[in-house]
Structure formats: structure tokens, C-alpha cells
């Protein structure tokens, strides 16, 4: 059953000239223009497609990949503004509207804003809005702490950084678990640190489990050899620097160090740390 605005995998029940008809379930037979019909397509076939409205308010469908299906944020570019509002670059031929009404500030064309994409059951069209409080945190988190989940950085605030989380839910980033800069739009994988009481959720952006522990002492030691047995880290040592020198948090180089010094297989100094 094909959805506005998500994926679906369809079968190709009309071969014509411009293209290629699929069964697109209540939303009838939908149409794939020939440029995106994979090569040797025939009748019985299913194709896995992306189905929005065109300039005529119909559905069509594409297999062309958007940054965002419907139920989802993404950080995006406006190409342009309009007497309805503002048009988004989501990847597709027919750019995305983002209404006056839903727009925090004024959306300046060039600039980018982070979106939550949805349909407006008014008219059944596919529009963004940048009002995201509306739409995230809706539903009680069930997650499980230490399990990998999507990321989209929100913002930052005084504890540290404020994300999305799988498009459904608001995390918070603290600042002492941030060992990198992270930018305004960016995604990347994080890990449930915690969910409070209050259903706020706690991320972190390393796992912290004994297998990423090993790895991490096992990436100290590869660098202490390449630096002839000597790194000037230490516990004084920036994050930023720790991280430069080693793809780490502070947090994470302590407990490496911490565990290969019980190991006996390094010295920790003031001015540094040294193979045995």
C-alpha cells in the first residue's frame, strides 16, 4: 500500500511510452516517468519508489531519494520564496513548500533550517515546518540505554546540545560527553545514555561498552607505538587536543590509559604517558 510521502515498493502494471504505471493501492495507478524507470523494466515487476504530489497535485512517484519522507526532520536549504511561503531543496525535481504559518522567523532564501516533514490533512500536500515542538515527543520514548539511535543536532543550550532522536523525540547532549564540534543540521549516530523520569532522554555519542573500551585502548597503544613510546597527554590535556590526537573523548582516553596502566603495559607521568 503506497503512502504519500514514503517509500513503497509497487508493481508495474502499464507500460507506456513516458514511462512506466504502478499500483499504488487508494492512490490508484501512479505514474514513473521514464527517466526514473530502471533499466529493463516489465509488466510484473516491483520497484521500490518515492511517491509525493506534482504541480498538478497528483501522485507520481520517483526514484529519486528525498532527505526527508514524511514523518521525519532534515536540515534544508530554501532556493526560494513565494507568495504561499518558502521552497525547500529535499532532493527531488518539485521543491518543498514551507508555509508563512509554519515558519519560525521569516526563511531567507540560501539559508538552511532544520524541518519536520509532513502532511497537511487540510489538503492531503506534502509541506515542512520548522515549528518542531509540534510534532516530536508525542509518544513516550521506548528505548533502552546503550541502544544506537539517529541523531539530527538541534541547537545548543547551557547543558550542551539539544537533538532529535529518530525524528520522534528530544535529546539532550551534555557537554562534558562532547569531544568534537558538532554543527546546527548535522546527523550522526549517538547511544541512550539515559531516560529520565520525565521521559527526557540522555545521549551520549560513544557507547561506552567493552568492546569499544578494547578498541580504544587498543588505538592508545598503536599511536604510543608510532610515536616511539611517548604522547604528551595527560589529565590536564584539552579535550580538543585529546581528541585531535586520538578520535576520542577525554573521558573515554582516561579509561583506556587507566586500564592499560593496570595492565602494566604503560607508565602515566606528569608530562605524559610512556610503553613499558
Same mark, same amino acid.
Given at each position: 500500500m503506497a503512502e504519500l510521502g514514503k517509500y513503497s515498493t509497487l508493481e508495474v502494471i502499464?507500460?507506456?511510452? @513516458?514511462?512506466?504505471?504502478l499500483n499504488a493501492g487508494a492512490l490508484g495507478q501512479v505514474l514513473l516517468p521514464k527517466k526514473y524507470v530502471p533499466q529493463?523494466?516489465?509488466?510484473?515487476?516491483?520497484?521500490?519508489?518515492f511517491v509525493y504530489l506534482d504541480s498538478d497535485d497528483t501522485?507520481?512517484?520517483?526514484?529519486?531519494?528525498?532527505?526527508?519522507?514524511?514523518?521525519e526532520c532534515a536540515y534544508l536549504k530554501t532556493v526560494a520564496t513565494g507568495p504561499y511561503g518558502a521552497f525547500l531543496d529535499w532532493g527531488l525535481d518539485k521543491d518543498l513548500l514551507l508555509p508563512f504559518a509554519e515558519q519560525r522567523k521569516p526563511a531567507e532564501e540560501g539559508r538552511s533550517y532544520l524541518v519536520y516533514v509532513h502532511l497537511n490533512h487540510a489538503d492531503e500536500r506534502i509541506v515542512a515546518s520548522a515549528k518542531i515542538d509540534k510534532f516530536i515527543d508525542k509518544t513516550p520514548p521506548r528505548?533502552? *540505554?546503550?541502544? *544506537?539511535?539517529?541523531?539530527?543536532i538541534a541547537g545548543t543550550s547551557d547543558l550542551g546540545y539539544k537533538a532529535?532522536? *529518530?525524528?520522534r523525540h528530544w535529546g539532550v547532549i551534555y557537554q562534558n560527553d562532547v569531544f568534537r564540534k558538532l554543527r546546527f543540521g548535522q546527523k550522526l549516530k549517538g547511544y541512550i545514555k539515559r531516560v529520565r523520569p520525565d521521559n527526557k532522554l540522555d545521549i551520549t555519542l560513544q557507547k561506552g561498552d567493552r568492546q569499544e573500551l578494547d578498541r580504544q585502548a587498543q588505538q592508545v597503544m598503536h599511536k604510543l607505538q608510532q610515536a616511539g613510546g611517548y604522547l604528551p597527554l595527560g589529565d590536564k590535556t584539552a579535550p580538543e587536543v585529546i581528541y585531535a590526537e586520538l578520535a576520542m573523548s577525554k573521558k573515554a582516553f582516561k579509561?583506556?590509559?587507566?586500564?592499560? @596502566?593496570?595492565?602494566?603495559?604503560?607508565?602515566?607521568d606528569d608530562d605524559g604517558i610512556r610503553l613499558n
Open positions: 502499464k507500460l507506456v511510452d @513516458f514511462g512506466v504505471y529493463g523494466c516489465q509488466l510484473g515487476d516491483q520497484v521500490t519508489v501522485p507520481i512517484a520517483t526514484t529519486q531519494k528525498p532527505l526527508a519522507q514524511v514523518g528505548y533502552q *540505554e546503550g541502544q *544506537e539511535v539517529n541523531l539530527i532529535v532522536v *529518530e525524528h579509561k583506556s590509559i587507566g586500564g592499560l @596502566f593496570k595492565a602494566g603495559k604503560i607508565s602515566i
